[in-house]
Protein backbone atom coordinates (compact mmCIF):
# COMPACT_ATOMS: atom_id res chain seq x y z
CA UNK A 1 0.00 0.00 0.00
CA UNK A 2 2.91 2.16 0.84
CA UNK A 3 4.01 1.61 -2.84
CA UNK A 4 0.34 3.12 -4.21
CA UNK A 5 0.64 5.89 -1.40
CA UNK A 6 3.72 6.94 -3.34
CA UNK A 7 2.67 6.26 -6.91
CA UNK A 8 -0.55 8.41 -6.41
CA UNK A 9 1.54 10.94 -5.19
CA UNK A 10 4.25 11.07 -8.09
CA UNK A 11 1.38 11.38 -10.43
CA UNK A 12 -0.35 13.70 -9.10
CA UNK A 13 3.57 15.88 -9.32
CA UNK A 14 4.75 15.75 -5.58
CA UNK A 15 7.86 14.80 -4.44
CA UNK A 16 9.05 13.35 -1.19
CA UNK A 17 11.65 14.55 1.16
CA UNK A 18 11.72 11.82 4.30
CA UNK A 19 10.43 8.93 1.93
CA UNK A 20 10.37 6.30 4.46
CA UNK A 21 8.93 8.33 7.54
CA UNK A 22 6.30 9.86 5.04
CA UNK A 23 5.04 6.96 3.83
CA UNK A 24 5.09 5.38 7.03
CA UNK A 25 2.86 8.54 8.26
CA UNK A 26 0.12 8.30 5.03
CA UNK A 27 -0.23 4.45 5.25
CA UNK A 28 -1.12 5.07 9.29
CA UNK A 29 -3.41 7.79 7.92
CA UNK A 30 -5.21 5.55 5.62
CA UNK A 31 -5.96 2.88 8.12
CA UNK A 32 -6.90 5.50 10.73
CA UNK A 33 -9.25 6.79 8.50
CA UNK A 34 -10.20 4.33 5.87
CA UNK A 35 -8.89 6.20 2.93
CA UNK A 36 -7.72 4.82 -0.30
CA UNK A 37 -4.52 6.41 -1.62
CA UNK A 38 -6.28 8.90 -3.94
CA UNK A 39 -8.50 10.03 -1.28
CA UNK A 40 -5.34 11.09 0.95
CA UNK A 41 -3.31 12.42 -2.00
CA UNK A 42 -7.10 14.13 -2.72
CA UNK A 43 -6.94 15.72 1.08
CA UNK A 44 -3.27 16.64 0.88
CA UNK A 45 -3.84 18.47 -2.65
CA UNK A 46 -6.50 20.73 -0.47
CA UNK A 47 -4.06 21.19 2.61
CA UNK A 48 -0.85 21.68 0.16
CA UNK A 49 -3.38 24.79 -1.36
CA UNK A 50 -5.09 25.89 2.04
CA UNK A 51 -1.34 26.57 2.96
CA UNK A 52 0.05 28.03 0.39
CA UNK A 53 3.21 25.94 -0.04
CA UNK A 54 5.94 26.61 -1.55
CA UNK A 55 7.07 23.14 -3.57
CA UNK A 56 5.18 20.33 -4.94
CA UNK A 57 6.90 18.40 -1.97
CA UNK A 58 5.82 15.97 0.90
CA UNK A 59 7.65 16.47 3.98
CA UNK A 60 7.61 15.05 7.58
CA UNK A 61 7.49 18.31 9.45
CA UNK A 62 3.99 18.71 7.54
CA UNK A 63 2.51 15.47 8.97
CA UNK A 64 1.08 16.90 11.97
CA UNK A 65 -0.66 19.86 10.19
CA UNK A 66 -1.66 17.22 7.33
CA UNK A 67 -3.09 14.84 10.56
CA UNK A 68 -4.90 17.60 12.14
CA UNK A 69 -6.54 18.51 8.53
CA UNK A 70 -7.77 14.55 8.04
CA UNK A 71 -8.98 14.77 11.48
CA UNK A 72 -11.59 18.15 11.05
CA UNK A 73 -12.54 16.56 7.62
CA UNK A 74 -13.83 13.14 9.13
CA UNK A 75 -15.64 15.94 12.16
CA UNK A 76 -17.18 18.05 9.46
CA UNK A 77 -18.56 14.94 7.77
CA UNK A 78 -19.87 13.24 10.51
CA UNK A 79 -21.50 16.70 11.27
CA UNK A 80 -23.02 16.61 7.94
CA UNK A 81 -24.94 13.38 8.66
CA UNK A 82 -25.64 13.75 11.98
CA UNK A 83 -25.99 17.63 12.83
CA UNK A 84 -26.74 17.07 16.00
CA UNK A 85 -24.29 15.12 17.41
CA UNK A 86 -21.79 15.69 20.13
CA UNK A 87 -18.06 14.94 19.06
CA UNK A 88 -16.37 14.97 22.46
CA UNK A 89 -12.48 15.77 22.48
CA UNK A 90 -9.82 15.72 25.00
CA UNK A 91 -11.30 19.26 26.55
CA UNK A 92 -14.16 17.60 27.49
CA UNK A 93 -12.69 14.74 29.38
CA UNK A 94 -10.14 16.63 30.98
CA UNK A 95 -13.10 19.26 32.36
CA UNK A 96 -14.65 15.59 33.72
CA UNK A 97 -11.73 14.27 35.58
CA UNK A 98 -10.98 17.53 37.00
CA UNK A 99 -13.90 18.44 37.59
CA UNK A 100 -13.89 21.98 36.31
CA UNK A 101 -17.54 23.19 36.57
CA UNK A 102 -16.93 26.97 35.14
CA UNK A 103 -18.46 26.57 32.14
CA UNK A 104 -21.10 24.06 33.90
CA UNK A 105 -22.09 27.17 36.40
CA UNK A 106 -22.11 29.36 33.70
CA UNK A 107 -25.11 27.18 31.77
CA UNK A 108 -26.75 27.17 35.12
CA UNK A 109 -26.66 30.81 35.81
CA UNK A 110 -29.42 30.89 32.36
CA UNK A 111 -27.14 31.69 29.68
CA UNK A 112 -29.59 31.95 26.89
CA UNK A 113 -28.20 29.12 24.33
CA UNK A 114 -30.15 30.02 21.67
CA UNK A 115 -27.99 33.51 21.33
CA UNK A 116 -25.04 31.14 21.02
CA UNK A 117 -25.67 31.22 17.23
CA UNK A 118 -24.33 33.85 16.62
CA UNK A 119 -24.84 36.71 13.22
CA UNK A 120 -23.80 34.40 10.72
CA UNK A 121 -23.98 30.54 9.65
CA UNK A 122 -20.21 30.44 10.54
CA UNK A 123 -21.18 31.02 14.28
CA UNK A 124 -23.09 27.91 13.95
CA UNK A 125 -20.05 25.54 13.12
CA UNK A 126 -18.82 23.34 15.91
CA UNK A 127 -15.73 25.02 18.11
CA UNK A 128 -12.51 23.33 16.63
CA UNK A 129 -9.73 22.04 18.96
CA UNK A 130 -6.44 21.13 17.38
CA UNK A 131 -2.68 21.65 18.27
CA UNK A 132 -1.95 24.45 16.63
CA UNK A 133 -3.41 26.36 19.01
CA UNK A 134 -7.18 27.59 17.86
CA UNK A 135 -9.39 26.87 20.45
CA UNK A 136 -13.01 28.86 20.67
CA UNK A 137 -13.08 27.71 24.58
CA UNK A 138 -10.68 27.60 27.56
CA UNK A 139 -7.98 25.22 27.27
CA UNK A 140 -7.98 23.03 30.15
CA UNK A 141 -5.21 22.47 32.04
CA UNK A 142 -2.31 23.05 28.70
CA UNK A 143 0.97 24.29 29.72
CA UNK A 144 1.01 27.83 27.76
CA UNK A 145 3.83 30.03 29.40
CA UNK A 146 0.57 32.13 29.41
CA UNK A 147 -1.13 29.28 32.01
CA UNK A 148 2.04 28.75 34.01
CA UNK A 149 2.75 32.22 34.87
CA UNK A 150 2.80 33.07 38.60
CA UNK A 151 1.78 36.60 39.17
CA UNK A 152 -1.08 37.37 38.51
CA UNK A 153 -3.66 40.65 38.64
CA UNK A 154 -0.67 42.87 39.98
CA UNK A 155 -1.46 46.38 40.42
CA UNK A 156 1.60 48.19 38.10
CA UNK A 157 0.63 51.76 38.44
CA UNK A 158 -2.05 53.73 40.46
CA UNK A 159 -3.32 57.26 41.08
CA UNK A 160 -6.06 57.11 44.24
CA UNK A 161 -8.24 60.11 44.53
CA UNK A 162 -10.92 58.80 46.20
CA UNK A 163 -10.00 56.07 48.50
CA UNK A 164 -13.39 55.34 50.15
CA UNK A 165 -15.41 54.56 46.38
CA UNK A 166 -17.48 51.48 46.54
CA UNK A 167 -16.40 50.89 43.45
CA UNK A 168 -14.11 47.86 42.19
CA UNK A 169 -11.19 49.91 40.89
CA UNK A 170 -9.38 50.05 44.10
CA UNK A 171 -9.76 46.39 45.61
CA UNK A 172 -7.92 44.04 43.04
CA UNK A 173 -7.80 40.12 43.19
CA UNK A 174 -4.84 38.66 44.06
CA UNK A 175 -6.55 35.28 42.28
CA UNK A 176 -9.34 34.61 40.15
CA UNK A 177 -11.27 31.86 42.44
CA UNK A 178 -14.32 33.45 43.25
CA UNK A 179 -17.28 31.19 43.30
CA UNK A 180 -19.46 33.74 40.71
CA UNK A 181 -22.87 31.88 41.03
CA UNK A 182 -22.34 32.92 45.07
CA UNK A 183 -20.28 35.54 44.97
CA UNK A 184 -21.67 38.91 42.59
CA UNK A 185 -20.65 42.28 42.96
CA UNK A 186 -23.63 44.99 43.47
CA UNK A 187 -24.60 45.74 40.32
CA UNK A 188 -24.22 49.74 39.11
CA UNK A 189 -26.00 52.18 37.05
CA UNK A 190 -26.45 51.44 33.94
CA UNK A 191 -24.76 54.32 31.66
CA UNK A 192 -25.87 56.28 29.15
CA UNK A 193 -24.17 56.00 25.38
CA UNK A 194 -23.34 58.77 22.64
CA UNK A 195 -21.44 58.07 19.79
CA UNK A 196 -19.99 60.61 17.89
CA UNK A 197 -17.89 60.76 14.65
CA UNK A 198 -17.71 61.23 11.14
CA UNK A 199 -15.79 58.55 9.99
CA UNK A 200 -16.31 56.36 7.37
CA UNK A 201 -19.36 53.88 7.17
CA UNK A 202 -18.90 49.75 6.61
CA UNK A 203 -18.52 49.01 3.38
CA UNK A 204 -17.42 52.60 2.74
CA UNK A 205 -14.80 52.97 -1.12
CA UNK A 206 -11.40 54.00 0.29
CA UNK A 207 -7.85 53.94 -1.33
CA UNK A 208 -8.90 56.07 -4.22
CA UNK A 209 -7.60 59.59 -2.56
CA UNK A 210 -6.22 62.35 -5.27
CA UNK A 211 -3.02 64.60 -4.57
CA UNK A 212 -5.96 67.53 -4.59
CA UNK A 213 -7.42 65.67 -1.92
CA UNK A 214 -3.90 65.53 0.26
CA UNK A 215 -3.36 69.07 -0.64
CA UNK A 216 -6.37 70.00 0.42
CA UNK A 217 -6.46 68.36 3.97
CA UNK A 218 -3.02 70.06 4.70
CA UNK A 219 -4.01 73.25 3.56
CA UNK A 220 -7.45 73.06 5.85
CA UNK A 221 -5.22 72.34 8.97
CA UNK A 222 -3.05 74.84 8.61
CA UNK A 223 -6.14 77.19 7.62
CA UNK A 224 -7.81 76.45 10.70
CA UNK A 225 -5.33 76.53 13.01
CA UNK A 226 -4.18 80.29 11.77
CA UNK A 227 -8.15 80.98 12.41
CA UNK A 228 -8.37 79.53 15.90
CA UNK A 229 -5.17 81.81 16.76
CA UNK A 230 -6.47 84.91 15.34
CA UNK A 231 -9.98 84.37 16.88
CA UNK A 232 -8.50 83.79 20.26
CA UNK A 233 -7.74 87.38 20.75
CA UNK A 234 -4.12 86.90 21.53
CA UNK A 235 -2.18 86.99 18.18
CA UNK A 236 -1.99 89.09 15.45
CA UNK A 237 -3.77 88.03 11.54
CA UNK A 238 -0.65 85.70 10.43
CA UNK A 239 1.76 87.23 7.12
CA UNK A 240 3.73 85.79 4.65
CA UNK A 241 7.16 84.79 6.38
CA UNK A 242 9.20 84.11 3.03
CA UNK A 243 9.04 88.13 2.73
CA UNK A 244 12.09 89.60 4.13
CA UNK A 245 11.60 92.30 6.79
CA UNK A 246 13.68 93.66 10.06
CA UNK A 247 10.09 93.70 11.43
CA UNK A 248 8.96 91.28 13.81
CA UNK A 249 6.50 89.08 11.90
CA UNK A 250 3.79 86.35 12.89
CA UNK A 251 3.25 83.27 10.42
CA UNK A 252 1.21 79.90 10.92
CA UNK A 253 2.47 76.64 9.16
CA UNK A 254 3.52 73.69 8.95
CA UNK A 255 6.87 71.53 10.08
CA UNK A 256 8.46 70.01 7.63
CA UNK A 257 11.99 68.46 7.02
CA UNK A 258 13.87 69.37 3.78
CA UNK A 259 14.83 65.77 2.96
CA UNK A 260 14.43 62.65 4.27
CA UNK A 261 16.17 61.87 7.04
CA UNK A 262 15.18 62.56 10.87
CA UNK A 263 14.14 66.55 11.70
CA UNK A 264 17.59 68.36 12.97
CA UNK A 265 18.06 72.11 14.06
CA UNK A 266 19.46 72.49 10.46
CA UNK A 267 16.45 70.47 8.84
CA UNK A 268 13.50 72.37 9.88
CA UNK A 269 11.18 73.83 7.48
CA UNK A 270 7.89 76.52 7.94
CA UNK A 271 5.24 75.60 5.39
CA UNK A 272 2.76 78.55 5.45
CA UNK A 273 -0.76 78.87 3.56
CA UNK A 274 -1.35 78.96 -0.05
CA UNK A 275 -3.19 82.10 0.90
CA UNK A 276 -0.45 83.83 2.99
CA UNK A 277 2.74 82.36 0.76
CA UNK A 278 1.77 80.69 -1.85
CA UNK A 279 2.46 77.43 0.01
CA UNK A 280 6.27 78.13 0.19
CA UNK A 281 8.83 77.32 2.46
CA UNK A 282 10.98 78.98 4.60
CA UNK A 283 14.26 77.46 6.55
CA UNK A 284 13.02 78.20 10.29
CA UNK A 285 16.18 79.21 12.68
CA UNK A 286 15.53 77.97 16.41
CA UNK A 287 18.67 78.87 18.05
CA UNK A 288 16.60 81.77 20.41
CA UNK A 289 13.93 79.27 21.55
CA UNK A 290 14.53 77.82 25.22
CA UNK A 291 12.40 74.88 24.59
CA UNK A 292 10.58 73.20 22.23
CA UNK A 293 9.46 69.81 20.66
CA UNK A 294 8.28 69.63 16.94
CA UNK A 295 7.42 67.11 14.54
CA UNK A 296 6.82 66.57 10.61
CA UNK A 297 3.03 67.57 10.25
CA UNK A 298 3.12 69.90 13.15
CA UNK A 299 1.14 72.84 12.55
CA UNK A 300 2.56 76.39 14.55
CA UNK A 301 2.79 79.55 15.16
CA UNK A 302 5.99 81.26 14.84
CA UNK A 303 6.69 84.92 15.97
CA UNK A 304 10.31 86.33 14.63
CA UNK A 305 11.85 88.12 11.71
CA UNK A 306 13.06 87.19 8.53
CA UNK A 307 15.78 89.85 7.54
CA UNK A 308 17.50 87.93 4.91
CA UNK A 309 14.10 86.44 3.32
CA UNK A 310 15.62 83.00 3.54
CA UNK A 311 15.71 82.11 7.48
CA UNK A 312 12.90 82.72 9.43
CA UNK A 313 14.44 83.29 13.31
CA UNK A 314 12.17 82.34 15.33
CA UNK A 315 11.62 84.28 18.88
CA UNK A 316 8.47 82.31 19.94
CA UNK A 317 6.92 79.28 19.23
CA UNK A 318 2.87 78.49 19.65
CA UNK A 319 2.35 74.87 19.87
CA UNK A 320 -1.34 74.63 20.75
CA UNK A 321 -4.08 75.70 19.36
CA UNK A 322 -5.65 78.34 22.93
CA UNK A 323 -8.78 77.31 24.32
CA UNK A 324 -11.79 79.63 24.39
CA UNK A 325 -11.49 82.81 26.83
CA UNK A 326 -13.83 82.45 29.57
CA UNK A 327 -16.99 84.40 28.79
CA UNK A 328 -17.22 86.41 31.92
CA UNK A 329 -13.73 87.95 32.41
CA UNK A 330 -14.84 91.45 31.50
CA UNK A 331 -17.97 91.59 33.25
CA UNK A 332 -18.34 94.24 35.84
CA UNK A 333 -16.60 92.56 39.51
CA UNK A 334 -20.06 92.89 41.18
CA UNK A 335 -21.75 90.75 37.91
CA UNK A 336 -18.88 88.35 38.03
CA UNK A 337 -18.91 88.08 41.88
CA UNK A 338 -22.96 87.26 41.43
CA UNK A 339 -22.50 84.60 38.31
CA UNK A 340 -19.48 82.77 40.31
CA UNK A 341 -21.79 82.21 43.13
CA UNK A 342 -24.89 81.12 41.20
CA UNK A 343 -22.38 78.69 39.34
CA UNK A 344 -20.69 77.07 42.57
CA UNK A 345 -24.55 76.78 44.26
CA UNK A 346 -25.29 74.96 40.65
CA UNK A 347 -22.23 72.82 40.93
CA UNK A 348 -22.77 71.86 44.74
CA UNK A 349 -26.69 70.83 43.84
CA UNK A 350 -25.49 69.03 40.79
CA UNK A 351 -23.75 65.38 41.14
CA UNK A 352 -21.13 65.02 38.82
CA UNK A 353 -21.37 63.09 36.62
CA UNK A 354 -19.64 59.56 37.20
CA UNK A 355 -18.23 56.41 35.29
CA UNK A 356 -16.21 52.99 35.76
CA UNK A 357 -14.63 51.29 32.72
CA UNK A 358 -11.92 48.48 32.21
CA UNK A 359 -9.92 49.39 29.49
CA UNK A 360 -7.67 46.88 27.05
CA UNK A 361 -5.63 46.79 23.38
CA UNK A 362 -5.21 43.88 21.30
CA UNK A 363 -3.44 41.50 21.16
CA UNK A 364 -5.70 39.43 23.14
CA UNK A 365 -4.10 35.88 22.74
CA UNK A 366 -0.26 35.00 22.82
CA UNK A 367 2.15 34.84 20.07
CA UNK A 368 2.06 30.70 21.14
CA UNK A 369 -1.35 29.96 20.15
CA UNK A 370 -4.92 31.18 19.21
CA UNK A 371 -6.31 30.34 22.70
CA UNK A 372 -7.81 34.18 23.85
CA UNK A 373 -6.44 33.29 27.47
CA UNK A 374 -5.96 36.62 28.10
CA UNK A 375 -9.20 38.00 26.58
CA UNK A 376 -11.25 34.86 28.85
CA UNK A 377 -8.90 36.08 32.30
CA UNK A 378 -9.76 40.16 31.15
CA UNK A 379 -13.51 38.75 30.69
CA UNK A 380 -13.38 36.65 34.03
CA UNK A 381 -11.99 40.07 35.95
CA UNK A 382 -15.01 42.56 34.72
CA UNK A 383 -17.50 39.93 35.73
CA UNK A 384 -16.47 40.16 39.15
CA UNK A 385 -15.78 44.04 38.90
CA UNK A 386 -19.20 45.11 36.92
CA UNK A 387 -17.67 47.99 35.20
CA UNK A 388 -20.60 49.98 33.21
CA UNK A 389 -17.70 49.93 29.95
CA UNK A 390 -15.21 47.30 28.83
CA UNK A 391 -13.83 49.35 26.09
CA UNK A 392 -11.68 46.73 23.58
CA UNK A 393 -9.00 48.23 21.49
CA UNK A 394 -7.89 46.18 18.54
CA UNK A 395 -6.20 44.38 17.29
CA UNK A 396 -8.58 41.25 18.03
CA UNK A 397 -7.61 39.01 15.12
CA UNK A 398 -3.94 40.54 14.53
CA UNK A 399 -2.18 40.47 11.14
CA UNK A 400 1.14 40.19 12.89
CA UNK A 401 0.36 37.02 14.91
CA UNK A 402 2.98 34.28 13.48
CA UNK A 403 -0.15 31.62 13.17
CA UNK A 404 -2.43 34.48 11.08
CA UNK A 405 0.98 35.19 9.03
CA UNK A 406 1.88 31.48 7.97
CA UNK A 407 -2.28 30.93 7.48
CA UNK A 408 -2.56 27.72 9.52
CA UNK A 409 -5.36 28.24 11.07
CA UNK A 410 -8.53 26.28 9.92
CA UNK A 411 -10.76 28.90 9.97
CA UNK A 412 -11.30 32.07 8.24
CA UNK A 413 -10.48 35.49 9.96
CA UNK A 414 -14.44 36.46 10.29
CA UNK A 415 -15.20 33.13 11.51
CA UNK A 416 -12.14 33.44 14.18
CA UNK A 417 -13.04 37.02 15.43
CA UNK A 418 -16.54 35.72 15.88
CA UNK A 419 -16.14 32.65 17.60
CA UNK A 420 -13.47 34.26 19.74
CA UNK A 421 -14.54 37.87 20.34
CA UNK A 422 -17.75 38.67 20.07
CA UNK A 423 -18.92 35.06 21.34
CA UNK A 424 -17.11 35.78 24.62
CA UNK A 425 -18.42 39.38 24.61
CA UNK A 426 -22.17 38.36 23.76
CA UNK A 427 -21.97 35.77 27.15
CA UNK A 428 -20.51 38.35 29.14
CA UNK A 429 -22.93 40.89 28.53
CA UNK A 430 -25.59 38.47 28.85
CA UNK A 431 -24.30 37.08 31.87
CA UNK A 432 -23.79 40.52 33.12
CA UNK A 433 -27.30 41.88 32.28
CA UNK A 434 -28.22 45.16 30.75
CA UNK A 435 -26.25 47.39 33.13
CA UNK A 436 -22.95 46.76 31.02
CA UNK A 437 -21.91 47.71 27.48
CA UNK A 438 -19.07 46.43 25.87
CA UNK A 439 -17.11 48.82 22.77
CA UNK A 440 -15.19 47.71 20.09
CA UNK A 441 -12.55 49.74 18.32
CA UNK A 442 -10.75 48.47 15.14
CA UNK A 443 -6.96 48.37 14.39
CA UNK A 444 -5.63 48.54 10.92
CA UNK A 445 -3.56 45.36 12.00
CA UNK A 446 -6.77 43.36 12.17
CA UNK A 447 -6.52 41.06 9.59
CA UNK A 448 -10.91 40.69 8.98
CA UNK A 449 -11.11 44.40 8.58
CA UNK A 450 -10.45 47.14 5.92
CA UNK A 451 -6.98 48.36 5.99
CA UNK A 452 -7.12 52.05 6.12
CA UNK A 453 -6.98 55.12 8.56
CA UNK A 454 -9.22 56.69 9.26
CA UNK A 455 -11.23 53.39 9.26
CA UNK A 456 -14.90 52.42 9.45
CA UNK A 457 -16.86 50.33 12.38
CA UNK A 458 -17.51 46.41 12.39
CA UNK A 459 -20.00 45.65 11.01
CA UNK A 460 -21.37 43.41 13.64
CA UNK A 461 -25.00 43.31 14.34
CA UNK A 462 -25.56 40.80 17.10
CA UNK A 463 -29.18 40.06 18.10
CA UNK A 464 -31.35 41.43 21.24
CA UNK A 465 -28.40 43.36 22.36
CA UNK A 466 -27.25 45.15 19.65
CA UNK A 467 -27.49 48.42 22.07
CA UNK A 468 -25.05 46.81 24.60
CA UNK A 469 -21.97 45.85 22.05
CA UNK A 470 -21.38 48.81 19.76
CA UNK A 471 -18.21 49.42 17.38
CA UNK A 472 -16.73 52.70 17.15
CA UNK A 473 -14.92 54.08 13.98
CA UNK A 474 -10.97 54.44 14.79
CA UNK A 475 -10.12 57.05 15.68
CA UNK A 476 -13.30 56.93 17.30
CA UNK A 477 -15.34 59.31 20.24
CA UNK A 478 -18.21 59.02 21.96
CA UNK A 479 -20.07 60.40 25.68
CA UNK A 480 -20.70 58.02 28.25
CA UNK A 481 -22.94 59.74 31.21
CA UNK A 482 -21.84 63.15 29.45
CA UNK A 483 -18.09 62.38 30.00
CA UNK A 484 -16.21 62.40 26.61
CA UNK A 485 -14.20 59.44 25.69
CA UNK A 486 -11.49 59.79 22.26
CA UNK A 487 -9.92 56.91 21.03
CA UNK A 488 -7.30 55.80 18.55
CA UNK A 489 -5.83 52.52 17.87
CA UNK A 490 -2.97 53.65 15.95
CA UNK A 491 0.43 53.66 17.79
CA UNK A 492 0.92 57.52 17.36
CA UNK A 493 2.84 58.00 20.63
CA UNK A 494 5.25 55.29 19.00
CA UNK A 495 5.66 57.32 15.82
CA UNK A 496 5.91 60.96 16.88
CA UNK A 497 8.81 59.10 19.15
CA UNK A 498 10.72 58.37 16.66
CA UNK A 499 9.94 61.77 14.47
CA UNK A 500 10.29 64.38 17.32
CA UNK A 501 12.95 66.46 17.86
CA UNK A 502 12.96 68.45 21.25
CA UNK A 503 14.84 70.82 23.40
CA UNK A 504 14.08 70.70 27.33
CA UNK A 505 14.05 73.95 29.76
CA UNK A 506 16.96 74.11 31.84
CA UNK A 507 14.98 73.72 34.87
CA UNK A 508 13.40 70.28 33.91
CA UNK A 509 10.14 71.12 34.02
CA UNK A 510 9.18 69.83 30.18
CA UNK A 511 11.49 66.50 30.83
CA UNK A 512 8.17 64.28 31.04
CA UNK A 513 8.78 62.67 27.52
CA UNK A 514 5.54 60.58 26.97
CA UNK A 515 3.71 63.59 29.01
CA UNK A 516 4.77 65.54 25.86
CA UNK A 517 4.25 63.49 23.13
CA UNK A 518 0.37 62.81 24.41
CA UNK A 519 0.08 66.73 24.53
CA UNK A 520 0.69 66.78 20.88
CA UNK A 521 -2.37 65.34 20.15
CA UNK A 522 -5.13 67.46 21.94
CA UNK A 523 -2.64 70.44 21.27
CA UNK A 524 -2.78 69.78 17.76
CA UNK A 525 -6.69 68.42 17.40
CA UNK A 526 -6.12 65.67 15.62
CA UNK A 527 -5.37 62.05 16.44
CA UNK A 528 -2.87 61.83 14.08
CA UNK A 529 -1.13 64.82 13.23
CA UNK A 530 2.03 63.55 11.79
CA UNK A 531 2.59 64.28 8.23
CA UNK A 532 4.17 62.32 5.84
CA UNK A 533 2.55 59.39 7.94
CA UNK A 534 4.75 55.98 9.37
CA UNK A 535 5.73 53.76 7.29
CA UNK A 536 3.04 51.27 6.92
CA UNK A 537 0.43 53.74 7.54
CA UNK A 538 -2.33 53.46 5.14
CA UNK A 539 -3.58 57.09 5.31
CA UNK A 540 -6.81 58.10 3.17
CA UNK A 541 -6.83 61.97 2.90
CA UNK A 542 -10.42 61.86 1.01
CA UNK A 543 -11.97 60.20 4.36
CA UNK A 544 -9.32 61.99 7.10
CA UNK A 545 -10.09 65.55 6.95
CA UNK A 546 -13.17 65.56 9.41
CA UNK A 547 -12.66 61.92 11.13
CA UNK A 548 -9.01 62.68 12.57
CA UNK A 549 -10.23 66.15 13.99
CA UNK A 550 -10.88 66.52 17.26
CA UNK A 551 -13.38 69.10 17.46
CA UNK A 552 -13.83 69.33 21.38
CA UNK A 553 -10.88 68.22 23.87
CA UNK A 554 -11.98 64.92 25.50
CA UNK A 555 -11.99 64.20 29.31
CA UNK A 556 -10.33 60.93 28.40
CA UNK A 557 -7.88 60.23 25.90
CA UNK A 558 -7.31 56.21 24.94
CA UNK A 559 -4.18 55.93 22.94
CA UNK A 560 -2.86 52.57 22.82
CA UNK A 561 0.97 51.52 22.39
CA UNK A 562 3.80 49.34 22.49
CA UNK A 563 5.76 52.40 24.53
CA UNK A 564 5.58 51.55 28.62
CA UNK A 565 1.75 51.69 29.81
CA UNK A 566 1.13 55.00 31.92
CA UNK A 567 -2.08 57.20 32.66
CA UNK A 568 -1.35 60.91 32.45
CA UNK A 569 -3.44 63.85 33.82
CA UNK A 570 -2.54 66.58 30.43
CA UNK A 571 -2.88 69.89 31.13
CA UNK A 572 -3.61 72.41 28.17
CA UNK A 573 -4.01 75.89 27.65
CA UNK A 574 -3.17 78.47 30.67
CA UNK A 575 -0.55 79.84 28.86
CA UNK A 576 -1.69 83.44 28.42
CA UNK A 577 -3.26 85.47 30.47
CA UNK A 578 -6.96 85.02 30.88
CA UNK A 579 -6.86 81.65 28.92
CA UNK A 580 -9.24 78.96 30.19
CA UNK A 581 -6.94 75.65 30.99
CA UNK A 582 -8.40 72.50 30.26
CA UNK A 583 -7.28 69.37 32.15
CA UNK A 584 -7.36 66.09 30.17
CA UNK A 585 -6.80 62.45 31.41
CA UNK A 586 -4.35 60.48 28.70
CA UNK A 587 -4.44 56.63 29.25
CA UNK A 588 -1.97 53.74 27.57
CA UNK A 589 -3.83 50.85 28.95
CA UNK A 590 -0.17 48.85 27.26
CA UNK A 591 -0.86 45.40 25.53
CA UNK A 592 -2.93 42.95 27.33
CA UNK A 593 -0.67 40.17 25.24
CA UNK A 594 2.82 40.24 25.24
CA UNK A 595 4.96 37.71 23.27
CA UNK A 596 4.46 34.29 24.95
CA UNK A 597 3.52 36.42 28.28
CA UNK A 598 0.82 38.40 29.66
CA UNK A 599 0.06 42.26 29.52
CA UNK A 600 -1.79 44.62 31.23
CA UNK A 601 -4.92 46.74 31.02
CA UNK A 602 -6.22 49.74 32.59
CA UNK A 603 -8.88 50.23 34.98
CA UNK A 604 -10.78 53.49 36.10
CA UNK A 605 -12.92 55.16 38.33
CA UNK A 606 -13.96 59.01 36.74
CA UNK A 607 -15.83 60.89 38.84
CA UNK A 608 -16.77 64.41 37.09
CA UNK A 609 -12.57 65.59 36.69
CA UNK A 610 -9.02 64.43 37.16
CA UNK A 611 -9.24 65.39 40.69
CA UNK A 612 -12.04 62.97 41.60
CA UNK A 613 -10.50 59.87 39.59
CA UNK A 614 -8.98 56.56 40.80
CA UNK A 615 -7.19 54.42 38.05
CA UNK A 616 -4.98 51.53 38.07
CA UNK A 617 -2.51 49.98 35.33
CA UNK A 618 -3.00 46.19 36.16
CA UNK A 619 -0.96 43.18 34.61
CA UNK A 620 -3.26 40.23 33.50
Request: charged share 25%; with cysteine.
Amino acid sequence: MEEEIKAEFQKNGFNFVDEGEVLKKCLTFCINYNLKPSDLVSSWEVYYLNRQLDESTVKDDEMDGFMLHLQNEQKEAIIKEEPSLHIYSSKDVDMILNNEDENIAEDILGTPTDNLKLYSDALDSTYKANANGYSSDKPSKLATPFGRRTEKLVVKFNINNLPNTENGCIEHDDENTEDDIIKRVKTGKKCSLMVHGSGPEPGCRFMYDRTEDRFNALENRIRKHANALVSSGLYEEPTDPTVASQRTLFAVGMICCDGDGHLNDKSVLLQSSVEHSGGQRVRLDLHKLGEFSLFPGQVVGIEGSNPSGHCLIASKLVDQIPLPVDAVVDVHPSMKQALDQEIHSTVVISRPEEISMIIAAGPFTTTDNLYFEPLKELISYAKRKQPQLLILLGPFVDSEHPQIKKGTTDSSFDEIFHLEILRRLQDYVEYMGSEVRAILVPSIRDANHDFVLPQPPFDIQPPDIIHQITSLTNPGTFEANQIKVGCCTVDVLKQLSGEEMSRCSKDGTSNDRMGRLANHIPNQRSFYPLYPPAEGIPLDFSLAQEALTISTIPDIIILPSDMKYFIKVLSLGGRNEGEEQKRCVCVNPGRLAKGEGSGTFAEIYYHGSPEMMNASIISI
